[in-house]
C-alpha cells in the first residue's frame, strides 16, 4: 500500500469540534499527511472498522 490518506469529515453545527477519520497505513502517514496540509489537529488515534458478522454481531 503506498503511503497515501483519504478521509471523511463529521461535524455538527454549534459544537466546537469536528472528527476526521482517515483510512491510511498507520497513524505516522496521517499525521505526515495533516502537517502537509497545516491542519490543526490534538491528537491522532487508531480505530478499528468492526463489521458486524451474518448473525449481526461483531
Do not use: H, K
Not at 497505513?25 to 463489521?51: G, K, Q, S, W
Amino acid at each position: 500500500m503506498e503511503d497515501t490518506a483519504t478521509s471523511a469529515r463529521e461535524g455538527r453545527p454549534g459544537e466546537s469540534r469536528c472528527l476526521y477519520l482517515f483510512e491510511a497505513p498507520d497513524a505516522e502517514v496521517t499525521r505526515e499527511v495533516n502537517d502537509a496540509a497545516a491542519f490543526i489537529y490534538t491528537r491522532i488515534l487508531n480505530a478499528l472498522d468492526i463489521v458486524p458478522d451474518e448473525g449481526g454481531r461483531p
